[in-house]
């Protein structure tokens, strides 16, 4: 559930209507910068020298007392670049006041409809782009990544975008979000209609159910807004003109587009973002783009656009994308499988030429793919990801009917294989090695290393892994070292995809109780994670044919890690005895924490990290002291 008022506000600083009216000079009128629903002042606190938004809301509005509760209740449980950061408030003497980040370059809607020069934006197109790819990210962290569920912002106009020196955009204005639990067993909330007028997407407004996709709707108008410098609904048109979704009607995209540009933009870019832009306004909620596939979309416009591309076909795809892809001819030469995977994807190992010359390399086939355009936008995001523990995508190959992707290749194969797989008695290729011991000391090595790439995706990407699972973590030096594969960024379950082109990722023996209502989360990815630590622990796959009838890793491991007779009992027999029990339990309560029930209770992939760095930390003394004593 969403954090009470109460507990919210403990995260706030809380100020004093004293230093509220030092702050704003007693609500001069010569720091008034912008009036909505209340004044906002700008202000100096901490002796002058942070500069601050001090927004005043109107006493005489019966609406004042929920909006400012709602809005402390969403802005302390968030933090992220793209969202305008609450820093705190003041209750007294019948005020009720909010302080905010000061974002100094005036909002989105002045930018495209005040601001002008000769009557014109002077926005340019990779900067509307930069802009609406802000508020894209800012969208998708509060459907999929607030804590104990999402947030509907219900609001989403230009005028609640700020920009800041660097036109970095920013969302504000929550008073009229809500937050809905993991918890609720439906897939929408029934609620009265808000929301800006032309902005409400008429599903809402008509059936007056709340679901994830309402923000997209009102995204997709702002998308046509900023593309046609046209405002979401402009009294001073003609009559057929007055509403940008009626006028957009029927368009083609060089119609749409600001005259600003006289027509010097990339074909490409500009069809990629109207084609996102139009998909976002179905009427059907289920049948508009996940956020995911919206943001990575308007990237790939921004790539086109920097390259200058003019054209939409596959050949002339970007050329950071074109430098990336691989003949099919070529391919067709690898013939050296070494794997299987899921509904009948393949690994092939090949000796290839990468930009960084030639290498050992793991191919990826799949024969379900993505939409083209889908496929493209979650390359490009795959090949932006740079972090020592993520598999670096190299190359990839796009045909008809199957999708390959190129990975560094990970010479100790998975953390599965080294687990279940018994490599030992079989001739393996001389490309792979063979780790006939895995002691705890590499166990909890390999455990940290994922659980930071996973910290990468999640908190410096913002986005989900969506396939976590014990084959995605892949074994480098010798198991000395990790790096998780294989994301899935857009996801093709979305029902905007055709139906025989794909599928979620079939790891259903990782999924958190909550999938089938809620779908995927970054909680569900560290539900996912808490798995993987339990097959490190106790060596035994999810569903193992050696336990009890009925049950699977969960359900019998996790009663047992809460006593030390129980961790002992579930532990893998092949770590020997060998270890600081105390990073075991360490690492046994981190997992108990990842498999709670409620998403709400588990901790984030941080938190994980931290308390797996201090089991490290256990065992890197114990080994210390062992080397030490072996020394007398």
Not at 482 to 511: M, V, W
Not at 537 to 547: A, E, M, S, V
Request: proline share 5%; net charge neutral.
């Amino acid at each position: 559930m969403a954090a009470s008022s109460s507990s919210a506000k403990q995260r706030c600083r809380t100020f004093s209507l004293m230093e509220i009216k030092s702050a704003t000079n007693n609500f001069s009128g010569e720091r008034e910068i912008g009036e909505g629903f209340g004044k906002v002042y700008r202000g100096f606190i901490d002796k002058c020298k942070t500069m601050v938004a001090v927004k005043r809301l109107d006493k005489a509005s019966v609406e004042t007392p929920s909006r400012f509760d709602v809005e402390i209740a969403a802005l302390s449980q968030i933090r992220h670049r793209n969202i305008v950061s609450l820093i705190g408030y003041c209750k007294e003497s019948g005020e009720k006041i909010l302080v905010y980040e000061y974002i100094a370059n005036h909002t989105l809607e002045d930018h495209l409809h005040k601001l002008l020069k000769d009557g014109r934006s002077e926005l340019s197109w990779n900067e509307r782009l930069t802009i609406l790819i802000g508020v894209a990210r800012g969208l998708y962290y509060l459907q999929y990544c607030v804590p104990g569920g999402s947030f509907k912002h219900r609001d989403v106009k230009s005028s609640n975008i700020l920009l800041d020196d660097n036109f970095v955009a920013k969302i504000t204005d929550f008073g009229k979000a809500k937050h809905v639990s993991l918890d609720d067993p439906h897939n929408h909330v029934s609620t009265a209609v808000i929301g800006a007028f032309g902005y409400v997407n008429p599903y809402y407004y008509l059936f007056k159910r709340l679901t994830r996709d309402s923000d997209t709707y009102s995204f997709g108008l702002m998308v046509f807004e900023v593309l046609s410098g046209r405002r979401a609904v402009d009294g001073s048109r003609p009559k057929e003109e007055r509403f940008l979704t009626t006028w957009i009607f029927e368009k083609e995209a060089r119609e749409i587009l600001d005259p600003v540009f006289h027509g010097n933009v990339s074909e490409y870019s500009l069809e990629i973002c109207c084609n996102v832009a139009e998909r976002c306004l179905n009427y059907l909620p289920k049948r508009r783009p996940e956020m995911s596939e919206v943001l990575a979309q308007l990237e790939l416009a921004l790539l086109a656009s920097q390259n200058g591309l003019v054209s939409e076909k596959i050949v002339n795809m970007p050329p950071l994308i074109a430098d990336l892809a691989i003949p099919l001819a070529e391919l067709e030469k690898v013939n050296d499988s070494f794997g299987c995977g899921t509904r009948g994807s393949t690994v092939y190992y090949a000796h290839y030429g990468t930009r960084q010359g030639p290498t050992h390399v793991a191919i990826k086939q799949y024969k379900c793919q993505l939409p083209q355009q889908a496929f493209l936008a979650q390359v490009l995001t795959l090949s932006k990801l740079n972090h020592e523990n993520v598999a670096k995508l190299h190359r990839f190959c796009m045909t008809r009917d199957m999708d390959y992707y190129v990975y560094e290749f990970a010479s100790g194969r998975s953390l599965h294989d080294i687990l279940h797989e018994e490599l030992e008695d079989v001739e393996q290729p001389p490309y792979l090695e063979i780790i006939p011991e895995f002691p705890w000391a590499k166990r909890i090595k390999i455990a940290v290393e994922a659980a930071k790439g996973l910290c990468y995706i999640h908190d410096e990407k913002a986005l989900i892994h969506r396939n976590i699972k014990s084959s995605n973590v892949l074994i480098f030096n010798g198991g000395s070292s990790a790096k998780i594969t294989d994301l899935h960024i857009c996801n093709p379950c979305s029902c905007n995809f055709p139906p025989i082109r794909g599928g979620r990722p079939p790891c259903e023996l990782y999924h958190p109780p909550e999938y089938s209502k809620d779908g995927d989360s970054q909680g569900g990815d560290v539900y996912s994670f808490g798995i993987v630590l339990l097959e490190l622990l106790t060596g035994k796959k999810p569903l193992d044919p050696t336990l009890p009838q009925g049950m699977n890793l969960v359900s019998w491991a996790t009663p047992q890690l809460t006593n030390d007779e129980g961790i002992r009992m579930v532990m893998d027999h092949r770590v020997g005895d060998d270890y600081p029990f105390v990073a075991v339990k360490k690492m046994a309560a981190t997992v108990v924490l990842c498999l709670a029930n409620e998403p709400i209770l588990r901790p984030t992939m941080n938190e994980v990290l931290i308390d797996l760095q201090e089991a490290l930390h256990e065992t890197q003394n114990y080994c210390r002291n062992l080397e030490q004593g072996a020394r007398l």
